[in-house]
């Protein structure tokens, strides 16, 4: 079992910038992908950016390519999400997921253990 914790979430203007984290515990989490979803008001919830047990690979969803970063600190056990020139449609609840195979890094559907989600609001 892996336990995830997502923090870091809150309200910030348009252009403005965030850092979500991610922390876990249990299982050794160096051995376990982990992707960043959202969900935003009556929308499904969506693929943000992925990152490989090592860090030495990551995806990202188009619409935050650029903007978004994703990292680890497996040392930490932390995944972090560093947000930069934010949008209104980047408003949602954040997620974070974990899931050891990571066959498909943004299909939500392949991840196992997941955390309770954060919210991001960003202000005109």
């Known amino acids: 079992q892996v336990q995830l914790a997502e923090s870091g979430g809150g309200v910030v203007q348009a252009g403005g910038s965030l850092r979500l984290s991610c922390a876990a515990s249990?299982?050794?989490?160096?051995?376990?992908?982990v992707g960043w979803f959202r969900q935003a008001p009556g929308k499904e919830r969506e693929f943000v950016a992925a990152?490989?047990?090592?860090?030495?690979?990551?995806w990202y969803a188009d619409s935050v390519k650029g903007r978004f970063t994703i990292s680890r600190d497996n040392a930490k056990n932390m995944v972090y999400l560093e947000m930069n020139s934010l949008k209104l449609e980047d408003t949602a609840v954040y997620f974070c997921?974990?899931?050891?195979?990571?066959?498909?890094?943004?299909?939500?559907?392949?991840?196992?253990?997941w955390g309770q989600g954060t919210q991001v609001t960003v202000s005109s």
């Open positions: 249990g299982r050794t989490f160096s051995n376990y992908g």
């Open positions: 990152i490989s047990w090592s860090g030495g690979s990551t």
């Open positions: 997921a974990a899931d050891r195979l990571f066959l498909t890094p943004s299909a939500d559907h392949e991840y196992n253990y």
